[in-house]
């Protein structure tokens, strides 16, 4: 399973690269806002230093909402990093655009996908990967395991090759789920991610350790 952080973040980015376990990085516009980035210049560069701190793909958001600018802003956001995904959100020109970056051989993440008909579309236009989003599924009452799972099927029944990058991930039991469903990708907080290293009882044994081997 791989492992992205979802934040825009550079100290986070690094700090999780530096655990070795880093495979990828997500952003979204939200996250860019969050670390005050502003500006179409000051965004492509903050892209092209995420790209060089993590070896991994690093998903970057179209804002476009209609097939020709979401073209336009994909090929741009394409042409800073051959490590670039372009994240196109779930909606009808969205699936146009997929498909075009597609055939021209370009990596695609759709995002906001929140059901199984919405996944099945993504694969078939060819997306790179898909963002089911499980934590705000899971905030409205819906589990959003069950989508992790419903698309786990969908995809193997018929091969499609496009990754399940379960997103919204907000804790470490999220990531335990998404694992032993078989997603490929989760993308969480530095938070969760840390989180998996805790246990109490590594913690007590490991001071017993220290303390015998004083004696
Ligand atoms: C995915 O790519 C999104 O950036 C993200 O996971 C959304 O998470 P949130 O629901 O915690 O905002």
């Known amino acids: 399973m791989k492992f992205f952080i979802d934040t825009a973040n550079l100290d986070q980015i690094r700090e999780a690269q530096d655990l070795g376990v880093l495979d990828g990085v997500t952003t979204n516009p939200s996250l860019m806002a969050k670390e005050g980035i502003k500006g179409q210049d000051n965004i492509l560069k903050h892209y092209v230093d995420i790209c060089n701190i993590t070896t991994g793909d690093v998903s970057a958001e179209v804002i476009a909402t209609d097939f020709e600018g979401m073209v336009r802003e994909g090929e741009m ?93 907000r804790h470490p039991m999220h990531i335990i789920q998404c694992a032993k469903i078989g997603a490929d990708v989760i993308t969480a907080p530095l938070s969760a991610i840390a989180a998996l290293l805790n246990h109490p009882l590594t913690d007590k044994g490991l001071a017993q350790f220290l303390a015998d081997a004083k004696k």
């Open 77 to 169: 956001l394409a042409d800073l990093h051959p490590r670039i995904v372009v994240k196109i959100p779930m909606i009808k020109e969205g699936v146009k655009a997929i498909k075009y970056f597609s055939d021209k051989g370009i990596k695609t993440n759709c995002t906001l996908v929140f059901s199984a008909g919405q996944a099945l579309l993504a694969a078939k236009a060819g997306a790179t990967y898909v963002s089911p989003f499980v934590g705000r599924l899971d905030d409205i009452s819906q589990d959003g395991m069950d989508l992790i799972d419903d698309i786990r099927t969908i995809y193997d029944n018929y091969g499609y090759e496009t990754e399940i990058l379960a997103a919204s991930v």
